[in-house]
């Protein structure tokens, strides 16, 4: 029977260092253009590259609720080099099939990111100031 409990302790302690997971929010949030590392061998680095916050404003009275794009530039080197992939995400009303939740293929590993904020929430007669805005992102290796 202890056999039986040290086969199952050590199964789960194997498949729990396999599966790997970062979430960003045990670290504070991603702000707008900071690298931060996703990856160690092969070299895969992220970084929040660009926004675009239509979301309807505190205070505001709008028809629809808007939405927050935002632009995510994955980079790696692998054994053929350095590559560069642009990932768009999506908060709120996103028509555009953008999604909050996605899985990608980069530098031969599968990610899954998932959007959980945009921050900070746009304020009537309030510019929107890209340089201040940070994301909440979970990026679970698959």
Not at 105 to 130: D, E, H, Q, S, W
Request: aromatic share 8%; with cysteine.
């Amino acid at each position: 029977m202890k056999k039986i409990y040290i086969l199952l302790f050590t199964s789960l302690m194997l498949s729990a260092c396999q599966k790997s997971s970062v979430d960003k929010k045990e670290e504070g949030l991603i702000h707008y253009k900071k690298i931060v590392p996703i990856n160690d061998v092969p070299i895969a680095t992220l970084t929040f590259f660009d926004v675009n916050d239509s979301r309807c404003p505190e205070g505001g009275q709008c028809i629809t609720a808007g939405n927050a794009n935002i632009d995510l530039a994955l980079d790696g080197v692998t054994t053929e080099g350095r590559i560069t992939k642009h990932v768009k995400m999506c908060l709120g009303d996103c028509s555009n099939f953008q999604p909050d939740t996605l899985d990608e293929a980069f530098a031969g590993l599968k990610y899954r990111f998932i959007l959980k904020a945009v921050n900070p929430y746009p304020k009537v007669n309030t510019a929107n100031n890209k340089p201040a805005y940070n994301i909440s992102l979970v990026i679970e290796k698959k």
